[in-house]
């Protein structure tokens, strides 16, 4: 017995995609409705800490995604200027237990190509090209519009769609994402082979440099900077200013140059920051993931907070039988504190880059997150 039969869910992005599997594994009936027409194929790397991967077991998809990321444990902090020399190697708290490695590194686009196939062969059905465009919660079930049209009735729909969630607005949650004054290039090299953990170059021009290997051959690099009005840029305008950047920090950065003068293309994004401090459910609408709480990547825990949303919710949803208070007072009390936490230790790490506030006690701060993560949700 679950407590739905019939789910609809908004956005097959990380938090969507893991819903989907755990909903369709234990038989019930999922629509995953996406706005794009298609997962994209293009995109840079992500960090997944032991938490996001002690998730991805649950799902099932923990040897796919062991198989297309990189493994690695701690991480290098390394000096601008020439010669790059490491000045700390740190050791990682193990998030996800003894299992797991403290972090491992993977392209997103193969990241996405993994959950998608294992939601499909659970039996989840995905829909490219379709927005949830309305809302009717008429108590006991949900009426839901895709595209303007009437698209089917459920037990529950799930608003996994994101940092600008539609089914936030549709009811009525108020809290929107803010931006924290940084910006980010990002880009997708090759890892020269000296690179084999997370490197981070405080001090230059911008607040952060740094790269994460994804692969035996590829690695993703960022500058992390003042956030301003970089878009509308064209390709080479990108690659140039992240060139030019760039140019205070050597060691690897020498390669991830060289790749970006081949044509490695660079993208800029802003840093967001937002909790939603009440219930995240009104009726039989809820939200998870970015949805729901975002964060500054600087402890790199966003995809793993939307990751534990859905595994918390769905484990409640297939074990017990209603879908009533009960299950929202454990789902909230269970994910609330900890999304939080996360989004105030990430957002304060920022601010102090932000302040260049060199007394900060970084470390104690990301240790004792990390310790909190390393309780399962
Ligand atoms: C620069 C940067 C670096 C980051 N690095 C890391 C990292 O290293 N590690 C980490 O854990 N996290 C990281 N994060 C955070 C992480 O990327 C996000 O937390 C995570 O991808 C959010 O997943 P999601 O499924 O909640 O949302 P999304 O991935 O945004 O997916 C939402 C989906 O919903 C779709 N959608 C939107 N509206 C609708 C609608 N109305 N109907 C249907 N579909 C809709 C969208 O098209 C999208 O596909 C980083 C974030 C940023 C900005």
Known sequence: MTAVTQVAIAGAGVA??????????????????????????????????????????????????????????????????????????????????????????????????????????????????????????????????????????????????????????????????????????????????????SELYYGGPVYIAGYTPTGDDTMYAFLVEKAQDRFGLSDDEATAIMLEESRAYSGPWDSIRADLEKGATANYTLFTKHVVEGAWNRGRVVIIGDAAHSCPPTIAQGAAQGLEDAVVLTELLTRRDTVDESLWGEFHARRLPRATAVVEASSQLAQWQIDGDRDADAGGLIFGIAKQMAVPA
């Not at 594994?25 to 938490?51: C, F, T």
């Not at 493994?71 to 020399?85: H, Q």
């Not at 529950?156 to 929107?176: F, N, P, Q, W, Y």
Request: with cysteine.
């Open 16 to 197: 969507g995609l893991a819903a989907a599997i755990q909903l369709a594994k234990a038989g019930v009936r999922v629509d995953v409705y996406e706005a794009k027409a298609e997962l994209s194929a293009h995109g840079s790397g992500i960090s997944l800490q032991g938490n996001a991967l002690r998730c991805f077991d649950a799902l099932g998809a923990w040897d796919d995604i062991r198989a297309a990321g990189y493994p690695f444990e701690g991480l290098n902090l390394r000096a601008p200027g020439p010669g790059a020399p490491i000045v700390a190697s740190l050791p990682d708290v193990k998030t996800g237990g003894a299992d797991y490695p403290a972090a491992m590194g993977m392209p997103r686009p193969a990241l996405a190509r993994i959950l998608l196939s294992h939601a499909q062969a659970a039996g989840a059905n995905i829909v490219f090209g379709a927005k949830i465009t309305g809302i009717e919660d008429a108590g006991d079930a949900v009426d839901v519009q895709v595209n303007g049209e009437q698209a089917g009735t459920y037990d529950l729909v799930i608003g996994a769609d994101g940092l600008h969630s539609t089914v936030r607005e549709l009811i009525g949650i108020e809290t929107k994402p803010e931006r924290n004054g940084m910006g980010i290039w990002r880009t997708f090299v090759s890892r020269p082979a000296d690179v084999e953990r």
